[in-house]
């Protein structure tokens, strides 16, 4: 939701029109168009009516919006700030866009200020039957670990891509594969998967 348009839509196309053909037409390129019409001042009620989309999303939405002009009028990059800003999933990078910094300087004035996420993890059987897989996510929506690190090296298998509820690891064959032969060769690993759920 945080793309600019011209990344979205291309240069060549105008805010109204990308508005009118992605507000009105259901395509991926529909959230981003939802921002850009709360941004140009259409009213929640009146994209409800267009899309369907029911409004409370839209004001979850619009909440991103609203945080996005504050931080642009205020540059405030307090810890709370901060803090209040990574729990609505906004990246380093758009902060930095907001601000005029660069997303590695927003990083690196995040991780000063110890704004960084917690490993929480996921109890799979529902508490039925100890379970020795750890599934594991980051969130900065909590100030512990559920977990510690084991060691201090270790191999980092990238994922295939993001899951959706109802599947699971065992379907990214590959990267299963590959945690199997490094065990076999008495390495440690950690798989990494890209989510886009929000917490």
Partial sequence: MTWTS???FGSTESIDDAISKYLYTPTPKRMFALAMALRSGISIEKIY?????????????????DAEYDLQASQDLSTSRLWEL??????????????GKTGLEIRKLRKDLDVVPSVFQIDT??????SD?????????GHHNDVEPICDEGV???GSGPYRIGSSVEFDWTSVST???????RQTTIRRTVSTLKN
């Fill in 6 to 8: 011209e990344k979205v």
């Fill in 49 to 65: 009516a267009i899309t369907g989309i029911d409004p409370w999303f839209l004001y979850k939405i619009q909440r991103i919006v």
């Fill in 86 to 99: 990574k729990q609505m999933g906004m990246s380093d990078k758009r902060i930095g866009v907001l601000t």
């Fill in 125 to 130: 059987l529902a508490a039925e039957f100890p």
């Fill in 133 to 141: 897989t750890n599934y594991l996510y980051m969130t900065y929506n």
């Fill in 156 to 158: 980092v298998i990238l």
């Fill in 179 to 185: 945690v199997e032969a490094l065990k076999r060769s």
